[in-house]
């Protein structure tokens, strides 16, 4: 019994559950719009009870008593008309009705009633009129609600003549309700106004959190001061707070790698002076080599830790400093093709961008013979691509070429004389521009280094 019910109670839930998917895909995304959607609906919701409640109950309520008073009347008429057959040319009739009931009455001859005109979409008068008139005369009627827009024609049939009324529409109908649906509207109108300027305000600060935060994380320097609400105050200074600490951090780094780099100089200084010292023979020309390798090691190390964050952010011209890249690769031998296609403005580290190109460049430099240099400048983003003919890296080994000292012995390294960290400080300085480096097979052949940064 279990298994021949799980279906039909798992259904309701798998279609909960696609509603909700459903929903989800079709509500707004923004901050903005959600909470102006949190707003404005429930007034809505509100307003349209108050509306139904209001046509329902008061104004159908009163269109009702209306219609039957007028209908009492008419059927007064008619009771005259009957008590009164003396009097030929109902002159009484019409008087009575004229200065008693503010109404038009007209005695006609007896004649067939006009086909029935159609009905309005919104019938009420129409139907509450036709019911009075069944319950309280129970004669063949003819009602006209559609033509003069002010004015109500109502024909009975009588036994010898036809009774013509004409009456005013507020004697029959509740003329309030558009007031009341006008005012409602307006007043919904200018709610919503003020929910719009005021969410808009709300907004703002944490629009203008979020762009300070996205310009920080592009090693830029961006202007905020916290305003709007407590709560967006208070990230705010969260946010001012964390990145002084985050500089801090980076200058006592700094000043420490400054420190430690001057000693091992130092230090290194000290090993040329001896090995000069020693005069020249096969010995000192190994130690000579192992002390510029230490040379090249220790530099590498520090420019990866370092990591140029010291430098500030600036517009340059994207075309020129990738055409010096390709000058220096072709006067080390290697022919280089330059493709540039966008904008030649981009706002990057200048130092530390070349840098991450030129690590790139090195690299296919080393291991191939022709290099490409294809960039796109688009609107919020500038792609580099490297191309090389080289032998490439494994698919599975590409993740691992840009960890920090990873040697590739069988296909290529990062860095061939120094200790594997030229990937690694490249992608290290794309990502501190908010962007990163991947890599994949090149249309050469070879390998292609891929740097995607916001510009």
Not at 258 to 271: A, E, K, P, Q
Not at 289 to 314: K, N
Request: glycine share 6%; hydrophobic share 45%; with cysteine.
């Amino acid at each position: 019994m279990t298994f021949l019910t799980r279906p039909f109670v798992a259904r309701p839930h798998r279609w909960w559950r696609i509603f909700t998917l459903w929903l989800r895909a079709k509500m707004p995304k923004g901050l903005f719009a959600r909470s102006l959607l949190i707003v404005v609906m429930p007034m809505l919701l509100l307003q349209t009870a108050v509306a139904y409640v209001f046509m329902e109950r008061h104004w159908q309520a009163v269109t009702h008593r209306l219609s039957a008073m007028l209908v009492q009347d008419i059927a007064a008429l008619i009771d005259v008309y009957h008590s009164y057959p003396q009097d030929k040319n109902a002159d009484t009739l019409t008087r009575i009705a004229a200065e008693r009931l503010n109404l038009t009455a007209v005695i006609a001859p007896r004649a067939p009633l006009p086909p029935a005109l159609p009905k309005p979409f919104f019938s009420l008068l129409d139907s509450s009129l036709s019911e009075e008139i069944r319950k309280q005369i129970r004669r063949p009627f003819w009602i006209d609600t559609v033509g003069n827009s002010n004015i109500i024609e109502i024909r009975v049939q009588l036994k010898d003549a036809q009774l013509r009324v004409f009456a005013a529409r507020a004697q029959a109908y509740a003329p309030n309700s558009g007031i009341f649906l006008t005012w409602m509207a307006g007043t919904a109108l200018v709610l919503i106004l003020v929910a719009v300027l005021f969410l808009r305000n709300q907004i703002k600060p944490i629009r203008r959190l979020a762009i300070a935060a996205d310009a920080f994380g592009k090693g830029r320097d961006p202007a905020f001061r916290p305003s709007g609400a407590r709560e967006v105050r208070q990230a705010g200074v969260a946010f001012i707070e964390m990145k002084r600490r985050v500089e801090r951090a980076i200058e006592q780094r700094t000043a420490m790698l400054n420190g430690v780099s001057h000693d091992l100089r130092t230090v290194l200084t000290r090993f040329k002076l001896s090995l000069a010292l020693l005069g020249e023979g096969p010995e000192q020309d190994d130690m000579a080599r192992d002390i510029a390798e230490m040379q090249r090691m220790l530099e590498a190390y520090l420019a990866f830790a370092r990591g140029d964050g010291g430098e500030s952010a600036a517009d340059i011209d994207m075309r020129a400093l990738l055409s010096d890249l390709a000058a220096d690769a072709e006067r080390h031998g290697n022919p280089t093709r330059l493709d540039y296609r966008g904008a030649t403005n981009a706002t990057v580290r200048p130092d530390a961008f070349r840098r991450c190109l030129a690590n790139l460049v090195g690299n296919a430099q080393r291991y191939a013979t022709q290099v490409a240099i294809i960039a796109d400048r688009g609107d919020t983003i500038l792609v580099v691509h490297i191309d090389d003919d080289g032998p490439g890296i494994p698919p599975e080994s590409r993740d691992d070429a840009f960890r920090p000292f990873f040697r590739l012995d069988e296909a290529r390294n990062q860095d061939e004389a120094g200790a594997g960290l030229g990937l690694a400080i490249a992608r290290d300085i794309a990502r501190a521009h908010g962007g990163d480096v991947t890599l994949e097979t090149s249309p050469l052949g070879g390998l292609r280094a891929t740097v995607s940064v916001p510009v």
